[in-house]
Each structure stands twice: as C-alpha cells, then as structure tokens.
C-alpha cells in the first residue's frame, strides 16, 4: 500500500466546546484539502468502545438487550462498554463481560480493532472472543437495565443479516466469527 500520504488539512486554531467524564468536543478552525477555509468538530472519547463475543462449548452466544437513550430505542448487542484509555482493554472485556452477564471465561482472543464514526469522532472499539465459559452473578451498572439472551450463534448471524442487530460492535463482531467459523 505504500506510505500514508501527508495530512492535507492545515489546522488555525482549536477551542474546547464542551466537556464531561465521558467526551470533549472541540471546535477547529481549518483550511481544508481544496484550499479553502472551513470549521471542523471533532468528538473526543476518553474510553475505548470494549466488546465480548462470548461463545459456549454448544455454539451459543450470549446478547444483552438494552434501551440505548441517545437513540430512543432498545437494541440487542453482544456485552459492551467503555474502557479507559489508560485501562488494559482486555481487563475492561473481562469487567464488561462479568457486570453485564455474569460470565467469566478461560480463554481470551483479541478478534477485531476499528474506529467507529471516524468522520467525527476518534472513537475506538476493540473486540474480544471469550470462550471457555462459567456463569456467576452479573454486576449491572446503575445505568443499566438489561436483559441477557442465549441464543445460537447462527441466530445472532442471522439476526445481524436481517437488520434487527445494527450496533456496530455487534456486526463487526458476529461477522468476524462467522468468517472465521467458515475457516476464511
């Protein structure tokens, strides 16, 4: 592929617009590819996007039913959450995936890192496998009201195919396994 080319967007200034424990939003004066001058913003996160697909001996996975407020609507996904920047990202996977369903696992693989929304934000989602799997008592944050189905990993599949699954965590997720199951 070659060098990355250099960074055609020429930043004059920057100002913080908002913060809280989560996000910043900053605002950048810019002079952009063609030339011509322009404003940028950019949502800053100060967790990683941490995901677990958990997958038992018999071929199920386990999805965590949830209402996602920024969208107004309850959404099945595989167990996720934020992870601090400065947190070991397979420690948060452990801690999501026991708060959030109970489970613990012998056996963590490292399947999938993407950015997520890369046109506004610097969002970055890591996604483990975990397998190898024994049930405890999950630990729901106070933010949280969740329901936790286990289902057959196909039926996730085929509930991402269909559209009923649209959390980007989860569809990167399944569609790593998948392929990975057919040996790709």
Same mark, same amino acid.
């Not at 369903?101 to 963590?108: I, K, P, Q, Y």
């Given at each position: 592929m070659g060098a990355a080319p250099e960074n055609?967007? $020429? =930043? &004059?200034?920057?100002? &913080?617009? /908002?913060?809280? *424990?989560?996000?910043? +939003?900053?605002?950048? $004066?810019?002079?952009?590819?063609?030339?011509?001058?322009? !404003? /940028?913003?950019? #949502?800053?996160?100060?967790? *990683?996007? !941490?995901?677990?697909?958990? +997958?038992? @001996? @018999?071929?199920? =996975? /386990? +999805? #965590?039913?949830?209402y996602r407020y920024p969208l107004h609507l309850y959404t099945w996904e595989i167990p996720e959450g934020g992870g601090p920047l400065e947190e070991d990202p397979l420690e948060a996977a452990k801690r999501e995936l026991r708060e959030e369903t109970g489970l613990e696992a012998d056996h963590w693989e490292h399947i999938l890192t993407l950015h997520l929304s890369n046109?506004? =934000?610097? @969002?970055m989602g890591i996604i483990y496998l975990a397998q190898g799997l024994r049930q405890g008592e999950s630990e729901p944050e106070d933010t949280e009201a969740l329901q936790v189905r286990r289902v057959p990993f196909d039926e996730a599949y085929r509930m991402v195919l269909s559209g009923a699954i649209t959390d980007s965590l989860t569809v990167a997720a399944v569609l790593r396994l998948k392929l990975r199951l057919l040996g790709q």
């Amino acid at each position: 592929m070659g060098a990355a080319p250099e960074n055609p967007w $020429k =930043t &004059l200034d920057s100002r &913080l617009v /908002y913060e809280n *424990r989560w996000i910043s +939003l900053s605002e950048h $004066k810019v002079i952009n590819p063609g030339g011509n001058p322009g !404003i /940028y913003g950019v #949502v800053h996160f100060k967790n *990683r996007a !941490i995901g677990v697909i958990p +997958l038992d @001996e @018999e071929g199920c =996975t /386990y +999805l #965590v039913g949830q209402y996602r407020y920024p969208l107004h609507l309850y959404t099945w996904e595989i167990p996720e959450g934020g992870g601090p920047l400065e947190e070991d990202p397979l420690e948060a996977a452990k801690r999501e995936l026991r708060e959030e369903t109970g489970l613990e696992a012998d056996h963590w693989e490292h399947i999938l890192t993407l950015h997520l929304s890369n046109s506004v =934000t610097d @969002e970055m989602g890591i996604i483990y496998l975990a397998q190898g799997l024994r049930q405890g008592e999950s630990e729901p944050e106070d933010t949280e009201a969740l329901q936790v189905r286990r289902v057959p990993f196909d039926e996730a599949y085929r509930m991402v195919l269909s559209g009923a699954i649209t959390d980007s965590l989860t569809v990167a997720a399944v569609l790593r396994l998948k392929l990975r199951l057919l040996g790709q």
